[in-house]
């Protein structure tokens, strides 16, 4: 039965790229015609870098392909079997590839500029103002919740440490050769392949775990510390390497890194799949949950299906944060438009990918799992579905353990041990987080130096100063701590995290909204971008509400103001939206000199 799942899902996703996304690809973003790219015209070595499509997939794939397509999926398992997968399937091809696809495209027509400049261009330049502090505050949020994701992998998990760490090393030594010594991609690549799985085969014997004395339980590197010590350390390592990582050449680190880790992920999710197929579990999860509503919230109980699924999910299916990598570093990067739909399209399929093999896992693959330990409920004999997921609130502490439990069974039919399915399942997690934190990192750069620019703020457009005020306040989201409706002290990022799946989800929707707008007054058809826009719109709202209703129960007026905010933003940005639709009715059929255009500016 899932190996049928598998093979139909993976069918669904080659019909889309072979079918629709060239029909969205011709028709609306015309992504056939010869262009000069920002990557050409605006040539510098550092960001600006001719790329080429695979080593670029790369960078995009993996940038995207973070830690949340695994642990939304996971989460969402909750609710049973059909609702994960069919969101996931459907939701990636009509509505997340074309998001990222097209976002890509506008970004390389506009000149390489991010996705709330050409906002502001588009409909009004104080969207571009509100639409930047809304992608900071998010950013911010992004970077302080996967470092501390991080950091708690990297002590629960010591065997993933070194792997992860020396592949930074590995990736370094690839990129002086590539871009140096003039060194074809492909050998470097897949011995940096080999080099990181014979790490990962080392890494039980090799752990880094500063809770432990040295030598103890095959640890190389102990300090006897408390697991807080640990976390807090491994959270300021992680801060300062992405801020590194940021300011370093495009070419030195994040393309040779994101290649391999996107090798990395291939092959890993074949093994998976190839694993699930002569397993051929049984669905241990129920398809649809029994006693959970649909559409109606209960107070107390678990979030209804529509709209939480949706929002809980998020980069599984479509999320707002992959326009910031479209064109915030990948559209800077592309060498020819028409490699744009393999990128952007085929990166998202890629994810899709990733997030159906969470939900296999946790749906399937826990069922094989025997004695175990799991956050909040700690050593559990026998490990199924039931057990797992017996309450919503263990289902959101679990988070990634089902895909790292489960996936490393699947591993086990192909004849891989225990410890090294456990520690390659990690690493994979691991290191698509910290791709991700690089990025974000990056990306926060470049919109705290558009912000300044756009308000006068010249001493920020510095590249060292704008990288510190990316980091400072996601240092403090971190590190800070704060008191929730509960009494319980916690870091001040994981007490804003719960508005994140609405509010990531509703950047894809603004983002979605620019590219009507931009499509419409090139003349071009709109109704691939304005379906997935009105239901993102929709279900980000609507969820958004819900949850602003939960913390107003609670009394968390922290969490009701930023909130609040969050909202007001949202919809004064789609009044400003409509405003300009309304008034491009009725406008002369040839764009104006304002209107975007199909050459760079």
């Given at each position: 039965m899932v190996a049928l799942v598998i093979l139909c899902a993976l069918a669904a996703f080659a019909a889309g790229y072979f079918v629709y996304a060239r029909y969205v690809g011709q028709r609306v973003f015309r992504d056939h015609e010869d262009l000069r790219t920002p990557a050409h015209q605006f040539e510098d070595g550092r960001d600006f870098v001719p790329t080429t499509k695979h080593i670029l997939f790369g960078h995009h794939f993996t940038s995207i392909a973070g830690a949340a397509p695994i642990i939304g999926p996971c989460i969402a398992a909750y609710w049973g079997v059909l609702p994960a997968l069919l969101w996931v399937v459907v939701g990636t091809i009509f509505m997340g590839a074309v998001h990222d696809f097209g976002a890509l495209v506008?970004?390389?027509?506009?000149?390489?500029r991010t996705i709330a400049e050409i906002a502001g261009r588009v409909i009004t330049p104080r969207v571009r103002v509100m639409f930047l502090c809304f992608v900071m505050?998010?950013?911010?949020?992004?970077?302080?919740?996967?470092?501390?994701?991080?950091?708690a992998l990297f002590v629960s998990i010591p065997s993933s440490v070194l792997p992860v760490n020396l592949e930074i090393?590995?990736?370094?030594?690839?990129?002086?050769?590539?871009?140096k010594k003039k060194v074809g991609a492909l050998w470097p690549s897949l011995i940096a392949l080999v080099v990181l799985y014979v790490l990962v085969g080392l890494g039980p014997y090799m752990k880094v775990d500063f809770r432990l004395a040295p030598g103890a339980d095959g640890t190389v590197l102990g300090l006897g510390w408390s697991k807080e010590q640990a976390t807090t350390f491994w959270i300021g390592f992680l801060f300062a390497y992405s801020a590194v990582a940021s300011l370093l050449?495009?070419?030195?680190?994040?393309?040779?890194?994101?290649?391999i880790?996107?090798?990395?992920?291939?092959?890993g999710l074949g093994l998976l799949f190839v694993g699930v197929i002569l397993t051929n579990p049984k669905i241990d999860a129920p398809w649809v949950r029994e006693g959970v509503s649909w559409f109606t919230p209960e107070r107390g109980g678990p979030p209804p299906i529509v709209p939480f699924l949706f929002v809980t999910i998020a980069c599984g299916a479509i999320s707002g944060f992959h326009s910031l990598v479209s064109s915030g570093t990948t559209s800077k990067q592309l060498s020819r438009l028409r490699d744009a739909r393999l990128i952007g399209y085929g990166s998202m399929l890629g994810e899709g990918s990733l997030a159906l093999a969470a939900v296999l896992a946790a749906v399937a693959g826990i069922a094989l799992v025997g004695q175990c330990t799991i956050p909040g409920q700690g050593l559990v004999e026998k490990l199924e579905w039931r057990v797992y997921y017996d309450t919503w609130q263990n289902a959101n502490k679990n988070t990634s353990q089902a895909f790292v439990l489960g996936g490393a069974e699947f591993l086990k039919s192909l004849g891989v041990s225990g410890s090294f399915g456990v520690t390659m399942m990690a690493v994979l997690v691991v290191s698509f987080a910290a791709t991700t934190l690089d990025t974000a990192a990056r990306i926060q750069r470049f919109v705290v130096t558009e912000l300044a620019a756009s308000i006068g703020l010249r001493v920020l457009t510095n590249r060292y100063l704008a990288t510190v005020v990316a980091m400072v306040p996601a240092v403090l989201l971190a590190f800070g701590k704060a008191t929730d409706a509960s009494g319980r002290t916690t870091q001040a990022a994981w007490l804003l995290w719960p508005i994140f799946g609405a509010s990531n989800q509703m950047m894809a929707a603004l983002t979605l909204l620019v590219m009507v707008l931009y499509f419409w007054q090139l003349r071009r058809p709109i109704l691939p971008l304005l379906i997935p826009m009105l239901v993102v719109m929709a279900i980000s709202i609507a969820a958004l509400v819900l949850k602003m209703r939960d913390f107003l129960a609670e009394g968390n007026w922290l969490l009701v103001g930023f909130s609040g905010v969050l909202l007001g933003m949202i919809v004064w940005m789609i009044v400003e939206g409509a405003t300009k639709l309304l008034a491009l009715r009725g406008s002369d059929p040839v764009p104006s000199e304002s209107a975007p255009r199909d050459d760079n500016p």
């Open positions: 506008v970004s390389v027509r506009e000149g390489g505050v998010l950013t911010w949020l992004v970077l302080a919740v996967f470092a501390m994701a991080i950091a090393v590995v990736a370094l030594v690839m990129g002086w050769l590539l871009y050449p495009v070419w030195l680190l994040l393309q040779p890194r994101d290649y880790n996107s090798h990395q992920l291939i092959v």
